[in-house]
């Protein structure tokens, strides 16, 4: 379980994140929702120990993360918003780095290794260098990286941007298994599609502060829309007036 209680952050005169509480649950997909510039990345980067909060508390599994960070990344995968690749190293040798950083090694790590191969659809790519790589294919080795450990916690920011149709379908398949195996799953997104077909909860970010946190049937009741797009947007639209 992720919770977020009160976040805010500042960088120089502006507030990137205002007042940030949720929480995501075990065995939920939590979509983390808002236009371009609403703190949702900021929000992510503070969960997983990139970026250290002004005040409020970030916890994964009941630890702190600015308290106990170590502690907090061994029970988080993540896929950032940069993607940032070895070029020398083989989708493999990724997989297999990040793995032993986490303390596996030997027969369980080729094993765990091949299974993410396997799982990704990376056998074509698995002994190529990253080098040229495409941007789905980049994801999948970014992916393959995050998941290694095998976290119960998966924090993915914009996990199928830039995507293909295929790439896009396997990132699916793969967050619907991991909520099948119970983990906690909280990934941000701006496409409504993805969202809609993902997501069991969806905390909405404008202006740095959530203005919404329920379902998807929850969210469009509250605004009378027939599609979740359409709820969004009176989301969004009604926080901004309220902004002016």
Same mark, same amino acid.
């Given at each position: 379980m992720i919770e977020a209680r009160n976040l805010h952050k500042r960088f120089g005169s502006v507030t990137a994140v205002e007042d940030v509480s949720f929480t995501a649950e075990d065995g939920v997909i939590t979509g983390l929702l808002g236009p371009n510039g609403a703190g949702k990345? /900021?929000?992510m980067r503070m969960l997983y120990t990139l970026v250290r909060p002004? *005040? %409020?508390?970030?916890?994964?599994? %009941? #630890?702190?993360?600015?308290q106990r960070p170590e502690d907090a990344r061994r029970a988080l995968g993540v896929l950032p918003d940069a993607r940032g690749?070895?070029?020398r190293l083989t989708a493999r040798e990724h997989a297999r780095y990040f793995g032993e950083l986490h303390g596996l090694s030997g027969a369980a790590l080729d094993r765990r290794v091949d299974e993410l191969i396997e799982l990704? $659809?990376? @056998? $074509?790519?698995?002994?190529?260098?990253?080098?040229?790589?495409?941007? =789905?294919? *980049? #994801? @999948?080795v970014a992916l393959a990286r995050a998941l290694v450990h095998g976290p119960r916690n998966v924090l993915l920011d914009e996990p199928t941007n830039g995507l293909d149709v295929m790439s896009t379908r396997a990132v699916r398949t793969l967050l619907r298994r991991l909520k099948a195996e =119970? +983990? +906690?799953v909280v990934f941000s997104s701006h496409v409504m599609q993805e969202v809609a077909a993902l997501c069991d909860r969806i905390v909405v #970010?404008?202006?740095?502060? #959530?203005?919404? $946190? %329920?379902?998807?049937d929850a969210l469009r009741e509250r605004t009378g829309k027939d599609s979740l797009e359409e709820a969004f947007v009176? /989301?969004? =639209?009604? $926080?901004m007036g309220l902004m002016q």
């Open positions: 990345t /900021t929000t002004d *005040r %409020g508390t970030a916890l994964v599994d %009941g #630890v702190d993360v600015v690749l070895y070029p990704l $659809d990376m @056998k $074509d790519i698995a002994d190529r260098r990253t080098e040229g790589f495409s941007q =789905g294919e *980049r #994801v @999948k =119970g +983990c +906690c #970010v404008a202006h740095g502060r #959530v203005v919404a $946190d %329920g379902t998807p009176a /989301t969004i =639209g009604s $926080d």
